[in-house]
């Protein structure tokens, strides 16, 4: 599977997961949000419209402006979340999020993916750097040595 293919699939299950909000039992999604090269926000909710508007506040208080917090993903529960720091060889870089997983194992083996150099041989750096829970707390992930 490729990795456009693979970040279609979580966008999917994302869209299907937020229609048994009732079945869920009062459970959050999680929104993030970024400007590239500036600021981001993550926000849990009970809706995507709550989780974003929070995390774009986030973003604009963190010196992003409110044409450039970009809405990037959202999942719905938001169960475990990793955020993938990306850079290209060309220069920019960016942040990729994978959210909506049962454990952190399995948010690390999405990041993993996503990180195939094989897939995507024009990144110099691919790392996850934090991990979020449902309520939206954050731990930095280890790195391998």
Request: charged content about 25%; overall charge negative; hydrophobic content about 35%.
């Amino acid at each position: 599977m490729t990795v456009r293919g693979f970040c279609t699939l979580i966008f999917v299950f994302a869209l299907t997961a937020t229609g048994v909000i009732a079945e869920e039992g009062g459970r959050q999604g999680i929104a993030f949000v970024q400007a590239p090269e500036m600021s981001s926000g993550v926000c849990t909710g009970k809706d995507a419209a709550t989780a974003f508007d929070c995390a774009k506040k986030q973003c604009v208080d963190g010196g992003g402006t409110d044409e450039d917090c970009l809405e990037q993903a959202y999942c719905f529960p938001a169960r475990f979340s990793v955020d993938v720091v990306m850079q290209s060889s060309e220069g920019p870089h960016w942040h990729e999020y994978y959210c909506g997983w049962d454990t952190k194992e399995l948010a690390l083996a999405a990041a993993k993916i996503a990180c195939d150099n094989i897939k995507r041989p024009y990144l110099i750096e691919c790392t996850p750097v934090l991990i979020y829970d449902e309520d939206g707390r954050s731990e930095e992930v280890e790195m391998d040595n």
